[in-house]
């Protein structure tokens, strides 16, 4: 475990700087009372806890401490242990969380990120705590969009190149969300080492920020002495954010006035509002519309999308059937691969990948106590399962496919109006 501490030539006088930050980080608790910080260690989310705890005491906030031991460094163990003991100095409740289980040997970096974010949220979740902060800062926005930059050039893709945003809805079902929170994202890792420094806390240097097999790490590199490269992409990620948030928004309205339940099944689209609209808009909302109909995690590519739209009158993409028509299209759940009616002992249960089936008994989780007052959980319905005659009422829940599990506040729009359009389609399945 290497401990770093800058030397006193790096520290500034920065200290109306600091107070204005915590101002800042003091207003976080009028929405979110109590927040829980990502500690890991290092000087970013360290310089995020001194912060906050600051922070609460002049907000009137509650804070506690998740660290995640991965297991997969030898010196895991003690990084936590450290991050424990630093909390105990501090009077703040901390837990360490572990990852379990067989580590992969390959994308070893993206599952642990999977994993520690569903740990965490888990935890808040059952501790009832409203939010999650962690330590992104922006260099880390701008290795995130040089990153994107290049998938985007390699993919061709149209979306916004957003960035991270500030506010993230993690949701693993109902009942079952909190609010990730990134209010670093302005500030420098300098900056914040300087914090630690003058509040005389070491911090633990993470090896594998050298390993150049990391892209991450690679990008930091190439961007290390690029100042100016560094503050065009973080200017670049902020007008490519209000992109993202106002083609998702145009995208919302799409949906909430061209969309209606299609009398046999499925989601009848008006075609010429769909028309009518810019591509990048329409193309969003068919995107949303296939991937929570089909039940997939992951938005259908721009351009397979495109080839479907210009063809046959009827096609199949991403487990949907697309009917044209010379006024609508028609889109609904392909019946191939299909899973039978789940038996009413069974729940509760994800069923298709497209809907949370719970007794109805379950009305407790009507709404997430955790959720955020602008982007509460999509409220069930009431459903009958019809199994050998035998009626049972249940609740059901729609998931809401790729605006499900890790939903940037850029979509938060699109999320609600997916959800309400989704509500319309469940009635019974039988």
């Not at 509040?199 to 390993?211: A, F, H, K, R, V």
């Not at 100016?228 to 490519?240: E, P, Y």
């Not at 909302?285 to 351009?303: K, N, T, Y």
Request: with cysteine; hydrophobic share 40%; net charge negative.
């Amino acid at each position: 475990m290497g401990v770093a501490v800058p030397e006193s030539d790096e520290i500034l006088a920065e200290d109306s700087l600091t107070d204005s930050l915590i101002e800042t980080l003091a207003s976080l608790f009028d929405d979110y009372p109590h927040i829980s910080i990502g500690v890991s260690g290092g000087s970013d989310s360290l310089a995020l806890l001194i912060l906050m705890t600051h922070a609460a005491r002049l907000g009137g906030g509650e804070i506690s401490v998740l660290t995640v031991d991965h297991g997969m460094r030898a010196a895991s163990a003690n990084e936590a242990r450290f991050v424990s003991e630093l909390c105990a100095d501090l009077d703040v409740p901390h837990k360490t969380l572990q990852w379990t289980g067989e580590k992969p040997s390959t994308g070893r970096a993206a599952r642990a990120r999977e994993e520690r974010y569903r740990l965490m949220t888990r935890y808040c979740v059952q501790q009832q705590i409203p939010a999650l902060a962690v330590a992104h800062t922006g260099d880390d926005q701008a290795e995130t969009l040089l990153m994107r930059l290049k998938r985007a050039a390699d993919q061709g893709s149209r979306r916004g190149m957003s960035g991270m945003s500030k506010r993230t809805l993690m949701s693993e079902g109902p009942g079952h969300a909190t609010i990730l929170l990134r209010p670093l994202l302005q500030e420098s890792r300098a900056a914040l080492q300087i914090v630690l420094k003058s509040e005389g806390i070491p911090w633990i240097d993470d090896p594998t920020n050298l390993d150049m097999d990391y892209e991450r790490v690679r990008m930091r590199a190439a961007l290390e002495d690029a100042g100016d490269l560094k503050r065009a992409l973080l200017k670049f990620g902020a007008m490519s954010g209000r992109y993202r948030h106002c083609v998702a928004r145009d995208a919302a309205d799409l949906i909430n006035g061209a969309l209606r339940p299609s009398e046999a099944e499925g989601v009848v689209i008006d075609r010429k509002a769909f028309v009518n609209m810019p591509q990048n808009v329409s193309e969003l909302a068919f995107q949303a519309i296939l991937s929570v109909i089909g039940g997939r995690d992951h938005l259908v590519p721009s351009e397979a999308l495109s080839r479907a739209l210009s063809h046959q009158k009827t096609v199949t993409l991403a487990r949907c059937v697309i009917r044209k028509h010379p006024e609508s299209f028609v889109v609904a759940r392909e019946k191939r691969d299909v899973p039978p009616v789940p038996h009413p002992e069974s729940v509760p249960l994800l069923w298709d990948n497209r809907y949370w089936i719970l007794p109805d008994a379950a009305r407790g989780l009507d709404a997430s106590g955790n959720d955020d007052a602008h982007i509460a959980e999509t409220k069930p319905v009431s459903g009958l399962i019809d199994h050998d005659k035998d009626i049972h009422t249940v609740r059901i829940y729609p998931r809401l496919g790729a605006f499900q599990t890790f939903v940037p506040e850029y979509d938060w729009r699109l999320r609600r109006s997916l959800g309400n359009a989704v509500r319309t389609l469940v009635h019974n399945l039988s």
